[in-house]
């Protein structure tokens, strides 16, 4: 069996494509069936790529070594990019996380470069999926909101595209069974101090049995639902009418409009401008700039603000 979308395969052969592998199970089951659905072609159409992030030690170094083997073993052509991601966090200021994804993305990049790859293969799954709607939704995000299966990040002119984003984790064990498939286990993922970890590990194994079901198909089924909605809000807002020629959001337009709309308009800008974590409370506060008895100025994330002056709202 294949545990890769089928509409998307129809669309994929003729292109090259970068496969993000680091090892573990889910990454080595998404190149094991990107190699058997492409076939003999496969050497043209795949190239691996590792990013070794050096926070485990001799561990880290073991991961890249077996990747480095499967790629020699499958003949595909390999890109390794190791970065100190603990040194880059302290550095830039910023979370280990946010440091390793901002490592990957540059390795991606110069791998699809080099390559000439049209996007970058990643082994998210349904119930990592799950993991990200609860995280964003504790965290305030507005509405439900999760992975795409295809995300382009547009001032990198990168294609993420996750073709097993439908699949669970127990397809996934059960397809490493099946092909009796060797990956590594990070021991990280089962300490306690990350917060995804203790969702994956504590909270989703305490709904299901508050429940008494598995609790992923139904979080899953609203995601779609909001992102059906989010879809219809999307095609009835007039969005570059709100715009000035300057690209900012110009507010005699934006107040002709219901409360509910603003907010969708402010949240597609602040996405737009590459705003990340955008919550609820940061899109009523971008709102409440519209009020001239407020202060003309909020801060956001990433040191950067957002600003009323002569009419309009912007990014400073």
Same mark, same amino acid.
């Given at each position: ?31 094991? @069936? ?7 072609g496969?050497?043209?159409r ?6 070794n ?68 293969l ?30 382009v ?34 021991v ?11 969702l ?17 198909? @139904?979080?899953?089924? @609203? ?17 570059? @009418? ?25 949240h ?11 919550t609820?409370?940061l ?5 409440g700039?519209?009020e ?17 002056k ?7």
């Amino acid at each position: 069996m294949l545990i890769l979308d089928s509409e998307w395969l129809g669309e994929a052969y003729g292109k090259r494509w970068l496969v993000g592998v680091s090892g573990g199970r889910d990454s080595v089951a998404l190149l094991h @069936s990107c190699v058997v659905a492409f076939g003999a072609g496969c050497a043209d159409r795949l190239v691996v790529c590792h990013v070794n992030h050096r926070l485990r030690g001799d561990d880290s170094d073991g991961d890249e070594g077996f990747v480095r083997s499967i790629a020699g073993q499958y003949g595909l052509p390999l890109f390794v990019h190791q970065v100190d991601v603990g040194l880059e966090a302290e550095v830039g200021k910023k979370s280990v996380e946010l440091a390793a994804r901002d490592a990957r993305h540059e390795a991606y990049v110069l791998a699809c470069s080099e390559f000439k790859c049209d996007g970058v293969l990643l082994g998210h799954h349904a119930d990592d999926q799950c993991e990200t709607v609860l995280y964003k939704l504790l965290r305030g995000s507005a509405g439900l909101k999760g992975m795409q299966e295809e995300s382009v990040l547009k001032d990198k002119k990168l294609v993420l595209v996750r073709p097993m984003l439908a699949v669970r984790r127990s397809e996934i064990n059960a397809y490493i069974d099946e092909h009796a498939l060797e990956f590594r286990e990070d021991v990280t993922n089962a300490e306690p101090f990350a917060v995804r970890n203790r969702l994956r590990n504590e909270v989703l194994p305490l709904l299901f049995d508050i429940m008494g079901r598995d609790i992923v198909p @139904s979080v899953l089924k @609203s995601l779609d639902y909001c992102g059906r909605q989010e879809d219809f809000f999307e095609e009835m807002i007039d969005y570059p @009418s709100m715009l000035d020629p300057q690209g900012r959001l110009h507010l005699p337009s934006l107040r002709e409009v219901p409360g509910v709309i603003q907010q969708r308009i402010i949240h597609r800008y602040l996405s737009e401008c590459r705003v990340h974590n955008i919550t609820q409370a940061l899109v009523e506060s971008c709102q409440g700039l519209m009020e001239t008895t407020n202060a003309a100025k909020i801060n956001l994330p990433g040191g950067r603000f957002m600003r009323r002056k002569e009419g309009r709202l912007f990014m400073d």
